[in-house]
């Protein structure tokens, strides 16, 4: 199983460009989750899908993000326009089940690493 | 207060010693407590699902004290390859997975 796959890995833009991460889940997982990870604020919650529909987006910052999934197998994570504040790791994670004892395992991507300049 | 918080660390321990977590958390109706393992510059990896009896898996034990709204790591014999930052997590009645902020692990000779 190839796991959790982001691109980029790492992205260096500048404020106001249009940034999409994009992530594809481990086939046949139903819960896909977007996280943001900085060193002041650790790892958030930003979104989570349950297939391909969004359940949770309370961890949205402001308007600037929106996060989709058109399908199983494919989700982006669009911050438009970027601003310096929003340098930080981008993770998405996927898992079989959620609220499953033994089955809600997250396995995480390696990760988008962005810079907003 | 923070849903789930960690010591940060570092922890310096020397190779061979015991060393112990502990993580808090605020949500009383919270349900299902993890240990996750993330490697400088590397994605989080699951180390240890916690269970209400506690668990244990080679030199690592996991426990949950429900009463005093704690989860703990106990890592035994500690290795060089030990060193990371360990990450709590939590899921409550909202389906979410919160982390604490990581306590960092660092075993030396």
């Known amino acids: 199983d190839a796991g959790v796959i982001q691109s980029p890995r790492h992205e260096v833009t500048e404020m106001g460009q249009e940034v999409t991460l994009r992530c594809k889940p481990i086939?046949?997982?139903?819960?896909l989750f977007w996280y943001r990870q900085t060193m002041m604020r650790g790892l958030e919650l930003l979104i989570y899908?349950?297939?391909?529909?969004?359940?949770?987006d309370s961890g949205m910052p402001e308007d600037r993000f929106s996060a989709k999934m058109p399908n199983a197998s494919f989700s982006t994570l669009k911050i438009q326009p970027s601003e310096p504040r929003d340098s930080a790791v981008y993770f998405c994670?996927?898992?079989?089940?959620?609220?499953?004892?033994?089955?809600?395992?997250?396995?995480f991507g390696p990760g988008t690493r962005l810079l907003v300049l | 207060r923070k849903e789930v918080e960690q010591d940060p660390g570092p922890f310096n321990v020397p190779e061979g010693a015991t060393v112990a977590f502990n993580c808090t958390y605020s949500?009383?109706?919270?349900?299902?407590f993890f240990w996750y393992r993330q490697d400088c510059r590397k994605e989080p990896k699951l180390l240890m699902s916690?269970?209400?009896s506690g668990n244990e898996d080679g030199r690592f034990t996991a426990q949950l004290n429900r009463a005093s709204q704690y989860i703990s790591l106990l890592i035994r014999d500690s290795k060089l390859s030990d060193s990371a930052t360990y990450l709590c997590?939590?899921?409550?009645?909202?389906?979410?997975?919160?982390f604490g902020t990581g306590t960092r692990l660092q075993v030396t000779l």
């Open positions: 994670a996927s898992s079989l089940f959620f609220g499953s004892p033994g089955e809600e395992t997250q396995y």
């Open positions: 949500n009383s109706a919270s349900q299902s």
């Open positions: 086939s046949g997982h139903d819960y």
């Open positions: 899908f349950n297939n391909n529909v969004p359940i949770d």
């Open positions: 916690v269970y209400s």
């Open positions: 997590a939590v899921s409550g009645t909202a389906s979410k997975l919160t």
